[in-house]
DNA sequence: CACTTGACAACAA
DNA sequence: CTTGTTGCCAAGT
């Protein structure tokens, strides 16, 4: 489907995370054709407006959730997570992220 | 056009 | 652990 413009392009490239797989922030900005991880993080800021929007599944480098402070309840990221089968450890960090990790375009 | 803001990343101290 | 700097770039003001 074709790629739409600016926040929708990342809503876009969130969508194709399958359940149970997760993505950074600098993995959707590389898809997406740009270094700055930045712009995916503001614009899933705006995300909340549109809830087919898996944003849960979006972490940073580390896999710590570190977008949950902005979700209406901080625990809701964890549990969204931890019902496709992804344990989080603390309630801030993905187990075994970086064979969860999902890999764009291979 | 100039400046600030961000759910980041990578590094320095 | 913390704080700070630099790079990045679209959107908001």
């Keep these: ?16 995370i399958p359940p149970g797989r997760v993505a950074t922030y600098g993995d959707i900005a590389a898809y997406l054709g740009t270094r700055s991880s930045r712009y ?7 995300s909340h407006l549109d809830i087919s929007v898996p944003a849960h599944r979006v972490v940073n480098r580390l896999g710590i959730l570190s ?21 989080v450890l603390n309630g801030e960090k993905v187990k075994e992220f970086e064979r969860l990790r999902w890999q764009f375009h291979s």
């Excluded at 489907?1 to 194709?16: C, G, H, P, R, W």
């Excluded at 995916?40 to 705006?46: I, Y």
């Excluded at 949950?68 to 309840?73: A, S």
Aim: charged share 30%.
């Design 40 to 46: 995916v993080g503001w614009a899933l800021n705006h």
């Design 1 to 16: 489907m074709a790629i739409k413009l600016s926040f929708e392009e990342v809503y876009e490239v969130v969508k194709l």
């Design 67 to 87: 977008g949950r402070h902005h979700f209406e309840d901080p625990n809701e990221m964890a549990a969204r997570l931890e019902a496709e089968g992804i344990e």
